[in-house]
């Protein structure tokens, strides 16, 4: 899946290419690389960054001519680096075609199989998306039991751990999603207290107070725009807001401003913005804690799985118009 080139606007199919091309399937003698097979695909909303010709960002932009890149499981097929042998499976950075040649392994995990959680799990409960709820409720916005929080795009990959994470750490916690039947899954599967359609609501400010009579303690921005700001003229005294993303916001020839700022003033909020590579050294609690209750059935995890490389650009796409129904993940091969 070739990128085209940048764009400020949102994101479309035409951005991307297919191109079919011949490789050999081995690693270079004397390249260091390893080849991967990629089994599994994630789809995420920040690699919209990736395609604006912006460099001053944490991540560098994606080259135009060159595959797009992302999160994947991947298993090794032929190697020149003595510490990835063929047959291991890795997650980490690869490139959004069959194969691939890894040269830089800093960010790339071994994994272990295990027959109880499933190989693309990697790129969502288990991956960055999950560790991302995990570092930002956890960390930044520091909750304590009974607390009122709200997650936004909350039936997706980071939205629904943050929500159960939340419970069981004996929140009240409601979610906002798109969909009647994201509500659902939010109500009746994710265990959410309570869940509304932001895109039935002609009053995002008077939902809130509809669901929050008694204010919010912690919001959990995954979205950004006007939600953000009905949530702050809805925060309690010294409530948190941990910005995370801004998926509303992804045609950059039209941003919208924050109106409601001077909340954070009255009711002394703390809002922070955070990247979950900045906590990287709590990985190692982040897998005990979160495989620990999902092997004892206190987590669930909802997927959405497209088959093919060639599904990948319309699925990415797919994110900004919510499409996806829970974690956007392409299965570009069989294990
Ligand atoms: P999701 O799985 O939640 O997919 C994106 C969802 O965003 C869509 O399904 C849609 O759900 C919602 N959405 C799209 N457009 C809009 C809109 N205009 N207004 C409101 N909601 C919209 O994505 P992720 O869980 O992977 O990511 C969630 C957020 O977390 C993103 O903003 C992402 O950039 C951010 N992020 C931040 C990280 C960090 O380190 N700070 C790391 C990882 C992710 P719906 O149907 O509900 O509208």
Not at 301 to 328: H, R
Request: charged share 25%.
């Amino acid at each position: 899946v070739i990128f085209k080139g940048y764009i400020e606007r949102t994101p479309a199919e035409t951005d991307m290419e297919i191109k079919v091309c011949k490789i050999k399937l081995e690693a270079p003698k004397g390249s260091g690389a390893f080849l991967v097979k990629n089994l599994y695909l994630s789809c995420d909303p920040y690699m919209r960054g990736r395609m604006r010709d912006v460099h001053d960002s944490y991540i560098p932009p994606f080259v135009p001519g060159q595959p797009f890149e992302g999160f994947g499981v991947s298993k090794v097929i032929d190697s020149d680096n003595p510490n990835f042998k063929p047959g291991e499976l890795v997650s980490g950075i690869t490139g959004w075609e069959e194969y691939s040649l890894i040269h830089r392994t800093e960010q790339l995990r071994k994994i272990q199989p295990d027959d109880d959680i499933p190989l693309s799990y990697h790129v969502g409960l288990l991956g960055m998306p999950g560790f991302t709820s995990y570092a930002g409720f956890f960390e930044v916005c520091t909750p304590k039991k009974g607390e009122y929080v709200f997650v936004s795009a909350a039936s997706g990959a980071v939205g629904q751990l943050v929500g159960q994470l939340a419970k069981l750490h004996g929140c009240y916690v409601v979610g906002s999603a798109g969909s009647s039947q994201k509500i659902d899954l939010l109500k009746n599967k994710l265990g959410f207290d309570e869940a509304f359609n932001y895109k039935e609501e002609k009053d995002l400010d008077a939902a809130l107070k509809r669901y929050f009579p008694q204010g919010i303690d912690i919001y959990f921005d995954n979205v950004g725009g006007e939600m953000l700001d009905a949530a702050l003229l809805n925060m309690r005294i010294h409530g948190r807001v941990a910005v995370c993303g801004v998926v509303s916001q992804q045609d950059f020839s039209k941003p919208r401003g924050i109106y409601n700022w001077f909340t954070l003033i009255t009711k002394r909020i703390r809002m922070q913005g955070f990247l979950q590579h900045d906590y990287l050294h709590l990985y190692p609690s982040f897998l005990e804690h979160v495989i620990g209750h999902y092997k004892q059935g206190k987590i669930v995890f909802i997927e959405d799985m497209n088959e093919g490389l060639e599904s990948a650009p319309a699925a990415f796409v797919g994110l900004f118009y919510g499409k996806n129904v829970g974690k956007q993940v392409i299965r570009v091969a069989h294990e």
